[in-house]
């Protein structure tokens, strides 16, 4: 730079310049810089002076030194799905960088480009991860010469932080399984996740199933009051997965026969005997059977063993069984079998008749200790009770099967039956017999 005096008397004898008001910096004319840098940028002033005194008014000259791109370094950024995210790509340069200077990429992304010194996305994905480019070109114009193109670049790493996907494992809506089968996994897969989860929860019929925090659930042996609907869940530094999907357990198990009580109805009423069988599959109709013992003819089906009027032939010891298959969804079918035993003891009341059995008793007047007897032909149960009825009329005082006459009078000729009575009821009255006492003629 040349302090150059356009007028001068006498001629100037010393040059002062100056930087930003600052001390004397140079006294010649000229003031080089051999390589310009930023820090060189300043206002410049340079003045004259002979024997008369300095110049009133010093030439000044702004010095620009243009320089960039220097890219500031953007650290690696972890944003959450679903939020507002910005980065901004800043740096040093003489222009100052404008949003028409930059331009941002992502890598192994040709498609899409973003303009301006500040990168949105509004609403950022897990599928936005990857490494973006901040490219700047900024244009040096210099006061003399040719303007320049002067790039510079810089990168940042964006990893998308998102709450985990879970599923359960065997991914069954219904997952059957045999009772006692032993160490029953359930796994909560994660399908998805950013970072990986560190607690991990599960569920049964939307209750917490306390101490179990980890990824497989393990059922050590299976029980029935193991059957339910089991979720899982899953919880990384982001947020909680929520509830898998349902995968319900069904245990499969089988027969338990309730015990039967003894039956006892009365003949000739309805009578229905259940089979009451608690098992998973419930039983149907044709996997329960009935077989009579000691009868190879009786055979029945279905859980109710129906007598319509049931008959004192009915009376025995009838067999229950059960034959379901299990059929979990992994693994061999399994067939259960279970039996009960149950007594039918039909009621029903005495039926009678007199012995000795002749339709007329012709017996001699006087004989002594004649018997009749009231025979019990069947009663169920035993009889308590007899009745004597002489000509119709009921005997008073005799209640035994037995009826003696200690001796035998023209008196006691007549009509006899009798009937005997049990807890069921009376019985029909027996057959008559015609006592016909003879009578002894003395000459």
Avoid at 312 to 320: A, E, I, N, Q
Avoid at 353 to 379: A, F, G, K
Wanted: glycine content about 4%; aromatic content about 8%.
């Amino acid at each position: 730079m040349t302090c150059i005096v356009t007028d001068a008397n006498p001629a100037v004898e010393s040059f002062t310049w100056t930087k930003d008001a600052s001390s004397k910096i140079s006294s010649k004319d000229v003031y080089s810089i051999s390589t310009v840098y930023r820090n060189h940028t300043g206002r410049y002033t340079c003045s004259a002076a002979n024997t008369l005194g300095s110049s009133k008014y010093p030439a000044m000259l702004q010095l620009d030194v243009l320089y960039g791109a220097e890219i500031d370094n953007i650290p690696n950024q972890e944003p959450h799905e679903g939020t507002k995210f910005s980065i901004t790509c800043s740096g040093n340069s003489f222009p100052a960088l404008t949003d028409t200077d930059v331009t941002w990429t992502k890598k192994n992304n040709s498609i899409n480009k973003w303009h301006g010194k500040t990168l949105l996305i509004d609403n950022i994905n897990r599928i936005d991860k990857g490494t973006y480019v901040c490219s700047v070109v900024i244009k040096l114009v210099p006061s003399v010469g040719d303007a320049i193109d002067v790039t510079g670049e810089t990168t940042v790493k964006v990893d998308v932080l998102y709450r985990p996907t879970v599923t359960i494992f065997p991914n069954f809506t219904q997952y059957k399984v045999v009772e006692n089968s032993t160490n029953l996994d359930l796994d909560c897969r994660v399908t998805d996740a950013n970072p990986t989860p560190t607690v991990y929860g599960w569920y049964k019929d939307d209750s917490r199933i306390n101490g179990y925090i980890t990824r497989i659930y393990t059922i050590k042996a299976v029980q029935k009051t193991h059957t339910g609907s089991y979720t899982c869940d899953a919880t990384n530094t982001v947020n909680n997965s929520g509830p898998s999907s349902t995968v319900h357990l069904d245990v499969l198990y089988g027969v338990v026969i309730q015990p039967f009580k003894k039956n006892e109805p009365m003949e000739s009423t309805k009578i229905v005997v259940l089979c009451n069988v608690t098992s998973n599959p419930k039983v149907t109709d044709n996997d329960v059977k009935w077989t009579k013992n000691n009868n190879v003819t009786f055979r029945r089906s279905g859980q109710h063993l129906v007598f319509d009027n049931v008959h004192r032939k009915d009376s025995g010891m009838y067999v229950c069984s059960v034959l379901i298959t299990l059929s979990p969804t992994i693994g061999q079918k399994v067939n259960v079998t279970g039996t009960s035993t149950v007594e039918v003891n039909v009621l029903y009341r005495p039926i009678v008749t007199i012995s000795p059995n002749y339709i007329h008793y012709n017996i001699i007047e006087n004989t002594t200790n004649l018997t009749l007897t009231c025979s019990v032909i069947d009663s169920n149960p035993a009889v308590t009770f007899y009745q004597w009825y002489k000509n119709g009329s009921p005997m008073d005082g005799i209640s035994a099967a037995i009826y003696t006459i200690p001796t035998v009078l023209r008196s006691h000729t007549g009509n006899y039956t009798c009937n005997a009575k049990n807890p069921v009821g009376l019985s029909d009255p027996s057959s008559a017999i015609h006592l016909n006492v003879l009578c002894k003629f003395f000459l």
